[in-house]
Antibody, heavy 120, light 110 residues
Framework: EVQLVQSGAEVKKPGESLKISCKGS????????IGWVRQMPGKGLEWVGI????????RYSPSFQGQVTISADKSISTAYLQWSSLKASDTAMYYC?????????????WGQGTLVTVSS | QSVLTQPPSASGTPGQRVTISCSGS????????VNWYQQLPGTAPKLLIY???QRPSGVPDRFSGSKSGTSASLAISGLQSEDEADYYC???????????FGGGTKLTVL
């Protein structure tokens, strides 16, 4: 079974750093893209960016470029989303999802989500 | 404000057919494929339709997708109470060089 399992919920203070993870199993991790999607409380879905673990090719949404870093460690089939200095506005649920391609691809399956809460 | 425009809400009674629209432009829907996702309350989104009108295995044939020009639609026939969820369309945008989502449509089964 293809599965993406994300790390647990996080509570952080503004200015702190954070790295959340997404571990893939049941398929060739290096052969598919892994994307990240943000969902702020009560709001819709926003595309953050996407990485190809095979060669670490990474693309970012213009809205998130410079705000987050996406990386992957293919040796342990895990992708990451990280912040160097969190803001209260980063409070959201973050999902990872697998995609066969960058452009005309689709997200399937999705991870269960990681809730990030940033509050002083 | 989302790049793809969806109605914020839709409703229907059990057994009815409902459609949800998704309007875009030549840089997204007009030149790329559309996908649809269903998000049940408190859960992660799930792929419903890919490549405009393809259903993943396990998705009932009550769900269908179509695309024409710069717009797309999701149709749900034989509406059931368990279809009550948020529905999102998505596509690649050539101008933004990234994927874009619609704002989502909350479907209520009356």
């Amino acid at each position: 079974e293809v599965q993406l399992v994300q790390s647990g919920a996080e509570v952080k203070k503004p200015g702190e750093s954070l790295k959340i993870s997404c571990k893939g199993s049941g398929y060739s991790f290096i052969s598919y893209w892994i994307g990240w999607v943000r969902q702020m409380p009560g709001k819709g879905l926003e595309w953050v960016g996407i990485i190809y673990p095979g060669d670490s090719d990474t693309r970012y949404s213009p809205s998130f470029q410079g705000q987050v870093t996406i990386s992957a460690d293919k040796s342990i089939s895990t992708a990451y989303l990280q912040w160097s200095s969190l803001k209260a506005s980063d409070t959201a649920m973050y999902y990872c999802a697998r995609s066969p391609t960058v452009v005309n691809g689709w997200f399937d399956p999705w991870g269960q989500g990681t809730l990030v809460t940033v509050s002083s | 404000q989302s790049v793809l425009t969806q109605p914020p809400s839709a409703s229907g009674t059990p057994g009815q057919r409902v459609t949800i629209s998704c309007s875009g432009s030549s840089s997204n829907i007009g030149s790329n494929t559309v996908n649809w996702y269903q998000q049940l309350p408190g859960t992660a989104p799930k792929l419903l339709i890919y490549n405009n009108n393809q259903r993943p295995s396990g998705v009932p044939d009550r769900f269908s997708g179509s695309k024409s020009g710069t717009s797309a639609s999701l149709a749900i026939s034989g509406l059931q109470s368990e279809d009550e969820a948020d529905y999102y369309c998505a596509a690649w945008d050539d101008s933004l060089n990234g994927r874009v989502f619609g704002g989502g449509t909350k479907l209520t089964v009356l």
